[in-house]
């Protein structure tokens, strides 16, 4: 475990170091200040796009540029702008300052990294080994009560078709399991539970580590008071077995996944096992995490919107350099800076980013002051990060639940050396593919290869078209996932005129283009893509069948000054703009269409690209993402002949090629490519 520490923290470190050059490349030269009342406005360029990134808080340093032995003046953001930050300074400099040209010197915040530094201290003593490398089952005494059915068998279903589901659930309020016929393969999981000792399961094969606590819920109805009801009518089998394990919690203190592919409701899923947590243990209390204010915010409005949660009950914690303009209007009445922890202990629920919970303890809160921790979007928090709440959770009966998807991008970093070695590895995904917690191809195979008392897959896509669902589910989802969505909104641009092939609105448009760049700027366009990507965009808001909004469309490209040259293009043409950016900014969004550019087009650097991974050329996640956005139609534009060099992208314009939706430059020769790949290995 001492290697765990000295590990993560030299990986923050990196991080930090890194952070630190890039901030000091947006410092400024020979600027001059503005007063405004009891503040020094001093403007930034590209603050807007968040370059540089500076919070209100964040410490900004003057210097004399003539002078580099004169002192220097500390000030810090009080306001954050589009264009312009408001400073404050001590008042003999205030007073003093009379329009005199400085050097700006912007700094890096630590306190971000501070905390995990902390975590992981935390989570060492608090957690232990057996958390973090969980290599056994130990089955405790179930959360709630469970009574025995005697005048029929019940069981969760081992397998059910998705049309047979909603037809079993309809209706159906308690958390009662559908019956099923092969009552001889099920094992009573009361005899496992029974009496005040915990059931051990020593290492050993996947199948026998759980062989006490089998894949069924039989002859129970969960029972406190009188039933216990699903808030949510509309989950599915999937969700339901989840919030069933989570109620539970026989496997606590480790982790519970839930893995939630594009579009199958893992939000939802969390937000009703909280609910059920809050409803059911009394004694519960709970905080609930995410990476971003914006997925936080949404725990928050779902939870409200279920009916259960009132004021009192729950609390969004949020860090003081947020403005309240930013927070959604009906998360206002919940929020909370988070001065007084005596108030923030009374609520049975926090929400908060991974970060802000960190400030908990630093507010003096009781480590283990919590029952449950969930960590919604886990995929995309650094391990030490996700710790952070993690560490807030009672040792050995808390329990915690890790939400997200190993199979999408995963934590923003700077430093690539931080990358290279383990920090972008999220501790849901390395949790994943540990043998307790990873994917069988023989065992579970009613659960989709993965043990339910550890890992529930959500399968049921309410997003996207079958034929924009299949590749991904193929590639990445052990060909599990299963259309669901509503064909009034994944049908809508099967009749396009655009379409190479009806009914099927997926494209590959080839283009054999020119990849440039301008100045010193190390950003790619590609001029002959801007012009085919805003044909499709006109060609998408001129067709009335289609009545599509603006809002309704996106457009996804790897590099900046694609996204620039789109956005002039859009603007000089009169098109309504519509959202241009990177895979980064969609990920968890979702359009009716999606067009995608990916820039790169000089074959002769081929083996260049993919070695140093330029766009999201070879990158399995970014590729993964960028492909289940779209709802009704997908629109890839690019060279086949340098996509062929990866594998994922190859398969893709082969998809398109055998189903009619390739279009464009002549195609390329898979077999030669397939020869190229063994030379590169």
């Given at each position: 475990?001492?290697?765990?520490?000295?590990?993560?923290?030299?990986?923050?470190?990196?991080?930090?170091?890194?952070?630190?050059?890039?901030?000091?490349?947006?410092?400024?030269?020979?600027?001059?200040?503005?007063?405004?009342?009891?503040?020094?406005?001093?403007?930034?360029?590209?603050?807007?796009?968040?370059?540089?990134?500076?919070?209100?808080?964040?410490?900004?340093?003057?210097?004399?540029?003539?002078?580099?032995?004169?002192?220097?003046?500390?000030?810090?953001?009080?306001?954050?702008?589009?264009?312009?930050?408001?400073?404050?300074?001590?008042?003999?400099?205030?007073?003093?300052?009379?329009?005199?040209?400085?050097?700006?010197?912007?700094?890096?915040?630590?306190?971000?990294?501070?905390?995990?530094?902390?975590?992981?201290?935390?989570?060492?003593?608090?957690?232990?080994?057996?958390?973090?490398?969980?290599?056994?089952?130990?089955?405790?005494?179930?959360?709630?009560?469970m009574e025995r059915r005697t005048n029929h068998m019940d069981v969760i279903p081992v397998k059910t078709t998705f049309?047979?589901?909603?037809?079993?659930?309809?209706?159906?309020?308690?958390?009662?399991?559908?019956?099923?016929?092969?009552?001889?393969?099920?094992?009573?999981?009361?005899?496992?539970?029974?009496?005040?000792?915990?059931?051990?399961?020593?290492?050993?094969?996947?199948?026998?580590?759980?062989?006490?606590?089998?894949?069924?819920?039989?002859?129970?109805?969960?029972?406190?008071?009188?039933?216990?009801?699903?808030?949510?009518?509309?989950?599915?089998?999937?969700?339901?077995?989840?919030?069933?394990?989570?109620?539970?919690?026989?496997?606590?203190?480790?982790?519970?996944?839930?893995?939630?592919?594009?579009?199958?409701?893992?939000?939802?899923?969390?937000?009703?096992s909280i609910l059920q947590i809050l409803l059911q243990i009394p004694s519960s209390r709970i905080v609930a995490c995410?990476?971003?204010?914006?997925?936080?915010?949404?725990?928050?409005?779902?939870?409200?919107?279920?009916?259960?949660?009132?004021?009192?009950?729950?609390?969004?914690?949020?860090?003081?350099?947020?403005?309240?303009?930013?927070?959604?209007?009906?998360?206002?009445?919940?929020?909370?800076?988070?001065?007084?922890?005596?108030?923030?202990?009374?609520?049975?629920?926090?929400?908060?980013?991974?970060?802000?919970?960190?400030?908990?303890?630093?507010?003096?809160?009781?480590?283990?002051?919590?029952?449950?921790?969930?960590?919604?979007?886990?995929?995309?928090?650094?391990?030490?990060?996700?710790?952070?709440?993690?560490?807030?959770?009672?040792?050995?009966?808390?329990?915690?639940?890790?939400?997200?998807?190993?199979?999408?991008?995963?934590?923003?970093?700077?430093?690539?050396?931080?990358?290279?070695?383990?920090?972008?590895?999220?501790?849901?995904?390395?949790?994943?593919?540990?043998?307790?917690?990873?994917?069988?191809?023989?065992?579970?195979?009613?659960?989709?290869?993965?043990?339910?008392?550890?890992?529930?897959?959500?399968?049921?896509?309410?997003?996207?078209?079958?034929?924009?669902?299949?590749?991904?589910?193929?590639?990445?989802?052990?060909?599990?996932?299963?259309?669901?969505?509503?064909?009034?909104?994944?049908?809508?641009?099967?009749?396009?005129?655009?379409?190479?092939?009806?009914?099927?609105?997926?494209?590959?448009?080839?283009?054999?283009?020119?990849?440039?760049?301008?100045?010193?700027?190390?950003?790619?366009?590609?001029?002959?893509?801007?012009?085919?990507?805003?044909?499709?965009?006109?060609?998408?808001?001129?067709?009335?069948?289609?009545?599509?909004?603006?809002?309704?469309?996106?457009?996804?490209?790897?590099?900046?000054?694609?996204?620039?040259?789109?956005?002039?293009?859009?603007?000089?043409?009169?098109?309504?703009?519509?959202?241009?950016?990177?895979?980064?900014?969609?990920?968890?969004?979702?359009?009716?269409?999606?067009?995608?550019?990916?820039?790169?087009?000089?074959?002769?650097?081929?083996?260049?690209?993919?070695?140093?991974?330029?766009?999201?050329?070879?990158?399995?996640?970014?590729?993964?993402?960028?492909?289940?956005?779209?709802?009704a139609a997908l629109i890839v534009v690019g060279n086949p002949f340098v996509l062929c060099q990866d594998e994922k992208?190859?398969?893709?314009?082969?998809?398109?090629?055998?189903?009619?939706?390739?279009?464009?430059?002549?195609?390329?020769?898979?077999?030669?490519?397939?020869?190229?790949?063994?030379?590169?290995?």
């Amino acid at each position: 475990m001492d290697n765990y520490t000295h590990r993560f923290s030299a990986l923050l470190h990196l991080e930090e170091i890194q952070d630190e050059i890039d901030i000091r490349e947006f410092d400024l030269h020979r600027v001059c200040l503005r007063k405004t009342g009891e503040y020094l406005a001093l403007e930034v360029p590209g603050l807007a796009e968040g370059r540089p990134s500076v919070l209100t808080g964040d410490k900004i340093i003057l210097s004399d540029p003539c002078d580099p032995e004169s002192p220097c003046y500390e000030g810090y953001v009080h306001e954050v702008l589009n264009h312009e930050v408001w400073l404050k300074f001590s008042y003999e400099f205030h007073s003093g300052y009379n329009g005199e040209d400085y050097n700006v010197e912007f700094t890096f915040n630590r306190t971000s990294l501070r905390r995990c530094h902390q975590a992981l201290k935390i989570a060492v003593k608090q957690l232990g080994p057996d958390l973090l490398f969980p290599v056994n089952i130990k089955v405790k005494t179930p959360q709630i009560r469970m009574e025995r059915r005697t005048n029929h068998m019940d069981v969760i279903p081992v397998k059910t078709t998705f049309k047979n589901s909603q037809n079993q659930f309809n209706g159906h309020k308690r958390i009662s399991p559908t019956k099923y016929a092969n009552t001889d393969r099920v094992k009573n999981l009361l005899d496992s539970c029974d009496g005040s000792k915990d059931s051990y399961i020593p290492n050993g094969s996947v199948q026998k580590k759980t062989e006490k606590v089998k894949k069924y819920l039989p002859n129970v109805n969960l029972a406190v008071q009188d039933q216990i009801e699903f808030i949510n009518e509309k989950l599915n089998d999937c969700q339901k077995l989840a919030v069933i394990k989570i109620v539970l919690g026989q496997c606590r203190p480790l982790p519970y996944i839930i893995f939630g592919p594009p579009g199958t409701g893992k939000t939802i899923t969390v937000v009703e096992s909280i609910l059920q947590i809050l409803l059911q243990i009394p004694s519960s209390r709970i905080v609930a995490c995410t990476p971003s204010n914006s997925a936080a915010d949404l725990l928050v409005e779902r939870l409200f919107a279920s009916g259960k949660v009132k004021v009192c009950d729950m609390v969004r914690l949020n860090s003081f350099h947020r403005k309240d303009e930013s927070i959604p209007e009906v998360v206002l009445p919940f929020s909370a800076r988070g001065e007084d922890i005596n108030i923030i202990c009374r609520y049975r629920i926090v929400v908060c980013t991974c970060n802000t919970a960190g400030s908990l303890v630093n507010l003096g809160l009781k480590v283990g002051h919590f029952t449950h921790a969930f960590v919604d979007e886990a995929g995309q928090a650094t391990e030490p990060e996700c710790l952070i709440p993690l560490g807030l959770v009672s040792g050995a009966d808390g329990q915690t639940v890790l939400a997200g998807d190993p199979k999408q991008l995963g934590p923003v970093l700077m430093s690539r050396y931080a990358k290279l070695y383990g920090l972008e590895l999220s501790f849901l995904e390395r949790l994943i593919d540990r043998s307790l917690y990873r994917h069988s191809e023989s065992d579970f195979q009613e659960f989709g290869g993965f043990d339910p008392e550890l890992v529930t897959m959500l399968k049921e896509n309410y997003r996207s078209h079958a034929a924009i669902l299949k590749l991904p589910s193929e590639l990445f989802y052990f060909n599990q996932l299963e259309v669901m969505a509503d064909p009034i909104l994944t049908h809508t641009a099967i009749n396009w005129s655009m379409l190479p092939t009806p009914s099927f609105p997926v494209i590959f448009h080839g283009v054999r283009g020119e990849d440039l760049r301008e100045g010193n700027s190390p950003s790619w366009f590609n001029p002959s893509e801007v012009v085919q990507v805003v044909q499709y965009l006109q060609g998408l808001l001129k067709d009335a069948s289609l009545d599509l909004q603006v809002e309704d469309i996106g457009i996804i490209t790897p590099y900046r000054k694609q996204i620039e040259k789109i956005r002039l293009l859009i603007e000089k043409l009169g098109v309504e703009r519509v959202k241009v950016g990177s895979v980064e900014e969609f990920q968890g969004q979702e359009r009716q269409v999606i067009i995608i550019s990916t820039v790169r087009s000089n074959e002769r650097l081929l083996g260049f690209d993919i070695r140093h991974v330029l766009g999201f050329l070879s990158n399995p996640k970014r590729f993964n993402v960028a492909i289940t956005r779209a709802q009704a139609a997908l629109i890839v534009v690019g060279n086949p002949f340098v996509l062929c060099q990866d594998e994922k992208w190859r398969m893709f314009i082969e998809y398109c090629i055998d189903n009619g939706g390739y279009t464009g430059c002549e195609k390329p020769d898979f077999a030669l490519y397939d020869v190229q790949d063994d030379s590169l290995t």
